[in-house]
Nanobody, 123 residues
Framework: QVQLVESGGGLVQAGGSLRLDCAAS????????MGWFRQAPGKEREFVAA????????DYADSVKGRFTISRDNAKNTVYLQMNSLKPEDTAVYYC????????????????WGQGTQVTVSS
């Protein structure tokens, strides 16, 4: 398994931007597809974005398409989530996740979770 640590969360006004980083430990990072999920208060955790091991394939939830971009740097063992045009409804704890494939991640079949980072968007 790979260990994941998120950073970059915070408070931002609506319309602003944030970038989340997820640093992974372990030599197997480049073999994993990676993803981001989020959980708002009182709601279930939901899929946000995923990226294949090579970075060549990505997938997004409809709610974030055109606003969020997932990317990865295998040399740095890090996956990123660039969030633009943020809305109050994007407020949630964001979790980094590792899985075998993008399909597995979208289905919630996760090998490793990060501890989460809070993102708060004020109106």
């Amino acid at each position: 398994q790979v260990q994941l640590v998120e950073s970059g969360g915070g408070l931002v006004q609506a319309g602003g931007s944030l970038r989340l980083d997820c640093a992974a430990s372990g030599r197997t990072f480049s073999s994993y597809s990676m993803g981001w999920f989020r959980q708002a208060p009182g709601k279930e955790r939901e899929f946000v974005a995923a990226i294949s091991w090579s970075g060549g394939i990505t997938d997004y939830a409809d709610s974030v398409k055109g606003r969020f971009t997932i990317s990865r740097d295998n040399a740095k063992n890090t996956v990123y989530l660039q969030m633009n045009s943020l809305k109050p409804e994007d407020t949630a704890v964001y979790y980094c996740a590792a899985g075998n494939t993008i399909v597995a991640i979208v289905r919630g079949v996760i090998d490793s979770w990060g501890q989460g980072t809070q993102v708060t968007v004020s109106s």
